[in-house]
């Protein structure tokens, strides 16, 4: 149902001082006629303000949360859907007390929608959480929308994570926090900008409780930007969490230990599991001589007998017998399927718990962090990360998504847990060889011959499936009008262990060229574009996901009657920290240009 109330009703609410925070439902006058961020011009909405206020109602934690952004374009309409996720295994924590509603100004008259209770929904996400979920009815640019909720826990130690940045600026953004004496906490903090507000007192809570209360305020926090090799966002936002500590505290061993007894993750590896063909499987596994044959054949076999039901998770939804003879199941059903047929073939095997959008808090210690369970095998000196549910994943590749990731690693026998970090240790590498002639006429033709290992090799199938050849030669020939390509054919994309070849014939207008002189340029088919790192600030941390190493031949036959006037200079450079090393190499021989290019990346990862 929709209100209207004139301005002249209302314009007693806006007298006085400008406040950061209103009353649900009482908007400052310049917010209504708001056109643009004062901070961040091109925002496309801001985040006017967000209060949260957390305390102890006795033993349970409730969080009162109030929110109100501004939509200044279509282009931020998206920002008019809510989705709050919140742990909720037996019901035990709940969210109350929605109340959302969109103001709009028109003709000098407020007009203010709230959203439909029917509209809200409740959805399970896992056997432990679920998410409420609303979108604001009536968004136009001008609109400003706002919601509040309340949410409680019966589970003292969990106070909610406060998250201060996001995809849109953030005007005014304050936390109280009132703990209990009863518990003790650690504050974690990943804060780059600094605080208005950072201070610690005591007072009498809600609770009646003399305990600590922690008060932080946070002005003008500009968006978090998409940067080029950044990693996951969450990785990156500003964001402050509280854990118990004392006796109370949840430690990463506490949580293995916890998962062991589950009767949906501990219990689904149990050895006395039979799953269906099982000793036909073992028998196969048997004529086997290496771990590395056991390993692809396990992983293949499950792979291509299950279907992934797209839901990843730490926790299997059925049991993994149930799972194996519909031939569907989540990623922990899937990978604990092939935890249990190589563990009967006798190798040493743990299980590794991570997560697939970011890296884990290492610090923090929850669940909540966890939302992927695969498995690791360390087999004649060779490390072999497996998650049978990972798209275009391979036995001998690290997943894509856990490259340089931490993850807690659990011996299921010992119910003993460590942190590691994932890496990859062998250098992808991509060689390109070009043999080409120029004419008198100003005109190359030639040969191209692109070899991709690993996960290049996975980059370049991924783009050929989706742009077809077509698009995949547009791609290759970057906006280059001087540039054709007559032939293309791409060779062992099949064979997981060997380079994937790309094979082309081509022919190029060098244009720039007269009577006299002739100009090329050498970087033909190198995969590197331009610089991505022009920018003078950078706000998160470069992750290149793998080592790597270019190597770039070419020869150039010229035209009669031509020599060289100037060639590139031979020259490395290289890192102060020998991160990176570059070498060029430029001669002439025997009526030939020779061009070899060597880069290679030592080191993936740069705070």
Not at 16 to 40: H, I, N, R, W
Request: proline share 3%; glycine share 4%.
């Amino acid at each position: 149902m929709k209100k209207i109330y004139t301005l002249f009703s209302l314009l007693f609410l806006f007298l006085g001082c400008y406040a950061q925070v209103q009353p649900y439902g009482v908007v400052d006058t310049s917010d209504l006629k708001l056109k643009s961020c004062d901070f961040e011009k091109d925002a496309n909405a801001e985040v006017l303000f967000e209060k949260v206020y957390i305390y102890y109602k006795y033993s349970t934690v409730v969080m009162e949360y109030h929110k109100r952004l501004k939509i200044f374009n279509a282009k931020g309409n998206d920002f008019a859907k809510v989705r709050v996720e919140y742990y909720a295994a037996h019901n035990d924590e709940v969210i109350s007390d929605i109340q959302a509603e969109t103001i709009n100004f028109e003709n000098q008259k407020l007009e203010i929608t709230p959203v439909d209770k029917a509209s809200i929904f409740t959805q399970e996400l896992d056997k432990d959480a679920k998410s409420i979920s609303f979108t604001f009815p009536n968004i136009k640019p001008g609109s400003i929308i706002e919601y509040k909720y309340k949410f409680s826990s019966p589970y003292a130690g969990n106070i909610p994570d406060w998250v201060l940045q996001g995809e849109i600026p953030v005007r005014y953004t304050e936390l109280k926090a009132e703990f209990s004496p009863d518990y003790t906490y650690k504050t974690i903090k990943r804060v780059f900008q600094k605080f208005k507000t950072d201070t610690t007192y005591f007072t009498n809570g809600k609770n009646q409780n003399k305990g600590k209360t922690h008060l932080f305020v946070m002005e003008n926090l500009r968006s978090l930007k998409d940067e080029p090799f950044m990693t996951a966002t969450e990785d990156n936002t500003q964001q402050i969490w509280f854990q118990v500590t004392g006796d109370y505290e949840m430690t990463w061993s506490i949580i293995a230990k916890r998962l062991m007894r589950d009767i949906d993750f501990g219990n689904e590896l149990d050895p006395r599991i039979f799953l269906s063909k099982e000793n036909e499987i073992l028998a196969k596994i048997g004529t086997f001589s290496t771990a590395e044959e056991k390993i692809a054949y396990v992983y293949n076999l499950v792979r291509s007998s299950m279907k992934f039901n797209r839901k990843n998770s730490i926790y299997t939804h059925s049991e993994i017998s149930h799972a194996w003879s519909k031939k569907e199941g989540n990623a922990a059903e899937i990978n604990f399927i092939i935890y249990h047929f190589l563990k009967k073939s006798g190798l040493v095997l743990r299980i590794l718990m991570l997560n697939t959008h970011h890296k884990l808090e290492t610090d923090y210690a929850t669940t909540g962090q966890l939302n992927q369970a695969v498995i690791l095998v360390v087999a004649d000196g060779k490390q072999y990360v497996l998650d049978g549910a990972a798209v275009d994943g391979k036995y001998n590749e690290i997943p894509f998504y856990a490259l340089n990731s931490n993850a807690v690693s659990l011996d299921p026998e010992k119910s003993t847990s460590f942190l590691l970090t994932l890496q990859n240790e062998k250098p992808v590498k991509q060689s390109t060889f070009i043999e080409a002639t120029i004419g008198s006429d100003a005109k190359m033709t030639g040969t191209a011959q692109i070899n991709s290992t690993s996960y290049l090799k996975g980059v370049v199938l991924r783009k050929f499936k989706k742009e077809g050849e077509k698009g995949y030669i547009d791609y290759l020939l970057d906006g280059n009008n001087d540039l054709k390509i007559s032939s293309f054919k791409i060779d062992s994309a099949e064979a997981d262990s060997i380079p994937l070849i790309r094979n082309l014939s081509f022919s190029l207008d060098l244009p720039g060229s007269d009577d006299h002189y002739i100009y090329f340029s050498p970087n033909l088919f190198i995969g590197l574009g331009a610089n991505p790192f022009l920018s003078e600030e950078r706000f998160s941390d470069i992750d290149f996901k793998y080592l790597q190493g270019y190597t770039i031949s070419a020869r150039y036959k010229m035209p009669v009657g031509y020599k060289i006037e100037s060639l590139p200079k031979s020259q490395a450079l290289v890192m102060p920290d020998k991160s990176i090393i570059f070498k060029r190499i430029a001669q002439e021989d025997e009526g030939y240009v020779v061009i070899n290019y060597k880069i290679d990346f030592t080191r993936s990862y740069y705070d």
